[in-house]
C-alpha cells in the first residue's frame, strides 16, 4: 500500500518481464488526465526521475484591471509576460481605451510575440503567438550573440575609420537584442516551472539557469558596445583598435563555442586575452571619455569570460 508523505507517495518496484515497473499516482493521473496507453515525459535529474505528461500544460491566463494610472498596469503586462500566461486578459474604463492601446502598441514591440487580439470599448486580450518549442532558448541564445558580434565588429570598425558612424544600427541591433532576452526569460521561467516543457526543450534545471546568466551577459554586452558608439570616435581610435577588434572578437566567438559546446579547453585562452587586452587599455594618461571607453571595453571582456565560464563544471 502506498503511504502518503505531504506531497510525496511511496510506491513498490515491480518487475514486469525484463523492465521495472512503478504505479502512477491515481488522484494526479485524473489531475492530469493520463489515462491507459497515453504517454508520459520521463526526464532524468541526477539520482531522480521527473514525469510529466506529454502536453506541456493547459493555456494560461491572467485577468488585470485598470486601478489607478497606466504605467502601473503596464508595468502588470510586462510582468504577465516575463511570468509566462499565454493570455492576457485588461479591464478599463473606456476613457482611458485609446491611451492604452498607444502604450500597447509600442510596449508589443518590445515584448516579442505578444499581439492584440481582441479590443472593446472597455476590455481587451493579448495573446502570446509563439510557440517555445518552435524558437527555443539555444536559438535565441545564437541570434543574441550574432547580433551583439555584429554590434561589436560594426562599432570598432567604425573606430578604425572603415565604416561611418554606426549609431543607428548598434541602436536597433540593441533593441533586437533586448526583445530576445525579455523572450528567452519568459521561455526559461515557464521551463522552470513546468518540468514537462523543460523536458521537451532538452534543458536540466542547471541548464535553465546558465542559459538566463548566459542571455544576460548577451545583452548587458550589448548595452556597453551601444555606450561605446555614443562617444566620439576620436575616444576611441586613440587606442589600439586592431589590437583591440582582434582579442574581443575572437574572445566573442570562443566564449558562445564554449557555452554551447562545453569547450573548457578555450577558457584559459580567453583569460589570457582578456588579459593583454587590459594592457592595452592602460596607457599613461587618459581623456574621461576615454576612461569611458576603456571600463566599457573590460566589460565586455569580463563578460564574455563569464559565458565561458558557465561550460566549467561546478561543484555540488
Known sequence: MPRNLRNRVLRSVMRSGGSLVVSLPKRWAESVRIGDGDY??????????????????????????????????????????????????????????????????????????LEIVESGQSSMRLRMVIDPLELKPVQVLRRMWKLSDDMLRYSLKSAAGEVPEPLGFIEKAEDDVDRLYFYMVRVLRKSSANPA????????????????????????????IFEIAGLTRENISSFDVE????????????????FLNKRIDVVPRIKRNSETLVKLLTPPRLRE??????????????????????????LA
Request: glycine share 4%.
Open 197 to 224: 516543457l523543460a523536458a521537451l526543450l532538452g534543458l536540466t534545471s542547471v541548464e535553465i539557469l546558465d542559459y538566463r546568466l548566459a542571455a544576460y551577459f548577451l545583452e548587458n554586452i550589448a548595452d556597453r
Open 289 to 314: 571619455g576615454q576612461v569611458k571607453v576603456r571600463d566599457a571595453l573590460i566589460s565586455i571582456a569580463d563578460m564574455q569570460y563569464d559565458i565561458a565560464s558557465l561550460a566549467l563544471p561546478q
Open 243 to 258: 589590437g583591440l577588434s582582434k582579442i574581443l572578437l575572437e574572445n566573442h566567438e570562443l566564449s558562445m563555442d564554449a
Open 40 to 113: 508520459v515525459v520521463v526526464e532524468v535529474a541526477g539520482s531522480s526521475l521527473i514525469i510529466s505528461p506529454t502536453s506541456v500544460e493547459n493555456e494560461s491566463e491572467v485577468r488585470l484591471r485598470f486601478s489607478s494610472d497606466l504605467a502601473s498596469l503596464i508595468d502588470k503586462v510586462v510582468a504577465a509576460y516575463l511570468m509566462g500566461y499565454d493570455s492576457i486578459s485588461i479591464a478599463y474604463p473606456t476613457e482611458v481605451k485609446e491611451a492604452l492601446e498607444r502604450e500597447l502598441f509600442f510596449l508589443k514591440d518590445k515584448l516579442m510575440g
